[in-house]
């Protein structure tokens, strides 16, 4: 973006306000350039303070906008389209849709344009620059997939895919963080039962689960050539790991990623 182009974040709730954040953090566009809405705007007043524009105004916001991210609830996506909708304008503006289970078709369907849509599933560590963002068109432009890339890879990592696997990409990857800090917050619990204080633990336990995704990360390695070198013959590791595997470890995480995915793609249309 450059200094004279605006965006705007409509519904600025989690998502929204970690990408607001992230965007500023990392030095993209200054708080001046975003406008962000929500219905409750004196949610917003700490935003406000910080130089961020604030308005429940979506069709004041959309019209200024050069880029536009829709950021509500797929339930409550097709009632703010419709309120937009006269201050979109195709030939200029870029639609950004972060909203889970809702395809490009979908969008300008309701909207009834022929406007361009990227749909993006990032995730909440967006705001610290360290989201698994998935990119996915159906008409975007090469110009402006360019844009949405570099865009989201100034605040993590990307990867472009099929549109089809958009609903996938939200369980692996924006639902997952979730997944992963459960998943920390339990070896945090175990760790308090073995002797430490909780906060000493929970920062223990992050520490090693960061360690272990850099591993992966840095090395290019896989998880079981870096878990073999840990798994001592006749050690603590393995017995605690198969203990991990009895009681469904793994499955437990595949069956949860799996039901995630399937409400995904149903959240939007269900609601239709
Ligand atoms: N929270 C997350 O980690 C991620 C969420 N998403 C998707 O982003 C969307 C938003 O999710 P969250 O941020 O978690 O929800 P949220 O409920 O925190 O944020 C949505 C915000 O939109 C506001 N809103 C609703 N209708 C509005 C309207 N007409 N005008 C202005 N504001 C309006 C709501 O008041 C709320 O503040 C969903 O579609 C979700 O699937 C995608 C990736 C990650
Ligand atoms: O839980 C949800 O439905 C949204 C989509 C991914 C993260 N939050």
Redesign the pocket.
């Known amino acids: 973006m450059n200094s004279q182009q605006h965006i705007a974040i ?9 990408l607001a954040k992230g965007l500023v953090k990392a030095g993209i566009c200054k708080p001046q350039q975003i406008t962000l ?4 705007v004196g ?1 917003l007043s700490a935003y406000a303070e910080m130089g961020y524009h604030t308005t ?1 105004n ?1 069709l004041k916001a959309v019209r200024k906008a050069d880029y536009v991210v829709l ?4 339930q ?2 097709n ?2 389209l419709d ?1 937009i909708r006269p201050s979109i304008r195709p030939e200029k503006q870029l639609l950004i849709s ?5 395809s490009c078709a979908d969008i300008r369907q309701q909207l009834d344009l022929n406007v361009q849509v990227i749909r993006a ?4 560590a967006i705001a610290i620059g360290q989201s698994m963002t998935c990119i996915a068109t159906d008409n975007g432009t090469p110009k402006n997939i360019n844009f949405a890339r570099s865009f989201f890879e100034t605040v993590g990592v990307t990867i472009q895919i099929n549109e089809e696997l958009m609903t996938s990409a ?1 369980a692996l990857c ?2 997952g ?2 997944f992963f800090l459960r998943s920390i917050r339990a070896a945090s619990q175990g760790g308090t039962e073995i002797g430490f204080h909780a906060h000493d633990a929970l920062k223990m336990a992050a520490q090693t689960a960061k360690g272990a995704a850099d591993l992966l990360l840095q090395l290019s390695s896989h998880p079981e050539q870096e878990i073999d070198k840990v798994t001592s013959p006749s050690g603590c590791t393995i017995a605690g790991l198969n203990e991990m595997e009895h009681n469904g470890f793994s499955s437990a995480m595949i069956k949860g990623i799996k039901l995630s995915a399937a409400k ?1 793609g149903d ?1 939007y249309h269900k609601e239709q």
């Open positions: 409509l519904g600025s709730g989690n998502i929204g306000l970690s809405t929500r219905r409750n949610a429940d979506n950021a509500v609830l797929p409550q996506l009632k703010l309120e972060v909203v889970s289970g809702v599933m990032p995730n909440t939200t924006a639902c963080i979730a995904a959240l």
